[in-house]
């Protein structure tokens, strides 16, 4: 054993990744042209066959870019993960960069599908526009944003909108009995989802009404550390997804929310029929609409609408109204260009 | 050594009393900083041992064979680390050669071929600072050349090119120190033979130096195994029911997995991570024995 062997094992070493390297151009190319192939295969037969080709169980292949709000991610995940099923040749993967984070991408003209919990903005709208990218908006389900004290909290059993916005609000309320004479005379403590999160930008616009976030509040962009945190004291508040309160029932205590017609509970029913109000919001996915001429993408697309609302439900959202499903799926057909 | 300070201590005693009351005090605070010392040690170590507790009970529910070779899901009892794990592998056998050729050759040159001038100064200072930067930072710098400028997607290859980058300054850095530490007289010993540069270089300094930069070069690589955002920062993904197929195939890899598992609203997810946790400190454990395996193995042929 000498230096020379060891350095025969580097010049293999680099002489298998300059190999590799080339390999990888000729694949790249080998693929492209595969794709191309397909591309124009598909195409033939979708001229041919039309709308039934995805559902006679001919088998598609290609990629779909997807990516955007972690919110929506459990949605998505559990689509693809069904979808792979019915389409293994079809690659699905799901990224996360935050809503704003995958519209750039999707700006970018780098995504199909770009998830988001809450509206595209207008100047995301316009930047889409300047690059001449068209696309359709998907709600697939409804988040209750669910506000919560802990368990030993035995005072509060409800809020009004105006008491919410009282005590999130900077220079509002500081301690319960600010809120209501009756309560006790103690300070309250905030946790609140990041500034980044659109869960924070949902309860900014409708309760805080664009004013200040009180400067006690603890952020944090793990939905996580606010359950534990709201657990351990009995003056603590937070808000955050459905989801999360669901899952943590037996210790946090729900705050049924009162917008002038009696306290509403958030639960499966009033979040659905959209009684559990203001803070029912929708979640979306925009698709780009020169993506639905490849065939893969559209038969996935229609997918995601299909089962989107059974998802959302096994993973902690709640469905919208069957109606709102048949409008997306108009939407996607006239899209495509039927 | 107490012996020796009692005694000294009772010496001086019978003379000066003065002197005994500096020594007595003197020991307290050696004691006191000893204390402060192993109370440090102990502090860090039992901060370790409550997180390696915490993990392992949580995860070692959910490591299977089928945990290893299955793909991520939505029910947690389903859910595999398979694609981040192959993918870890794959971005690892990219950023593995590409900061090792990079980050050597660059030592190399520094050390022995660079004129000491203010030019190379500047190159240093910016290398040592370099190694300070937040890794996000170079996700963007990633995202913009590899991505976008060269168009290689969110694929392994972008990733990797982008981790190599993360960490050469650190194996940089490393390598001089492996270098410099390699005693002149060999250098001199080898010139003084009629050796040019090169084979001094080549026969002399790097194999002295070669533990040092094994050990440097692996201990960086475990750092990018860990990292998560310049990795979202480019792209990757988070959901890949699929493994990668060539170098520009998309991937995920186990951070960013487990991160994603940690943020769920459902506890057994939570266990999920601990699990996957687990797997990335074996491999992790595995790549600093293979590091100091290196090391044993040629520093005994000096």
Redesign the interface.
Known sequence: MS?KK??MLLAL??F??IA??C??GE??TD?EETSAENETEESNEDENSGEEASEDGENLSG?IAI?GS?TV??I???V??EY?MEQPDV???????GSGGGFE?FI?G?TDLSNASRPIKEEEQEMLEENGIDYIELSLAYDGLSVVVSEENDFVDSLTVDELKKIWVDGGAETWSDVRDEWPDEPIERFSPGTDSGTFDYFNETILEDEDISKDAQLSE???VLVNGVMGSPNAIAYF?Y??Y???QDTLKIVPIDNGDGPVEPTEETINDGSYEPLSRPIFTYVKEESLQEPHIRDYVEFVNEIAGE?AL???YINLPEEQYEENQQKIEEAAGE | MRAVGDETATGYTQGKGKNAANISSREIKSKLFKGLFIGATGFSLIVLLVLLIRIFTQGIGFLSWDFLTS????RPADAGIYSAFIGTIWMMAVTA??SF?LGVGTAIYLEEYAPKNRFTGLIQMNISNLAGVPSIVFGLLGLTIFV?ELSLG?SV?AGGFTMALLILPIIVVASQEAIRSVPAELKEASYGMGATKWQTT??IV??AA?PGILTGNILALSRAIGETAPL?MI????????LPE???S?F?VMPIQIF?W??????EF?FVAASGIILLLVMLLVMNSIAVWIRNKFQKRL
């Open positions: 230096m060891v350095w070493v680099a298998m990744v590799a390297a390999g990888e694949e790249e693929s990629q990516d972690s991610f459990p998505m995940e559990a693809s993960e792979t690659q699905a993967p799901v990224g996360v960069s991408k970018a780098e793990d939905d996580n997804g989801a999360y669901a899952e943590n998802m096994e993973v902690g | 793909f991520p899901s939505r050669p590409v050729v976008r969110r290859l080549y026969r790097l194999p070669l979202i792209g990757a993904l988070t959901y890949v029911a699929f060539h170098l520009l998309q995920t994603n940690t943020s769920r609203p459902q506890e939570h």
